[in-house]
């Protein structure tokens, strides 16, 4: 599975939306921040989802996710 800022793969968005989708419907607030990272930056979209994004980054945030909650909070 590619993911952002994967080193030496090519990277395949739609599996990672897929499968952080998934990751995060059983609790890993680290997938809820990377669902936000993808739509933040617009990776394998059309265009950013800023909204998507914070929504994602405030769940990552509410379960303790340090990273998420300084995204939230810029």
Known sequence: MGVPN???CECDYQRA???SNQAASLGSSKSYYRL???YEQG?????PN???ALE???KAA???HEKALRSWMN
């Open 6 to 8: 994967g080193r030496g």
């Open 17 to 19: 939306i897929e499968f």
């Open 36 to 38: 936000g990272t993808i």
């Open 43 to 47: 990776f394998g979209l059309h265009s």
């Open 50 to 52: 800023l909204d998507l």
């Open 56 to 58: 994602y980054y405030q």
């Open 62 to 64: 509410n379960m303790g």
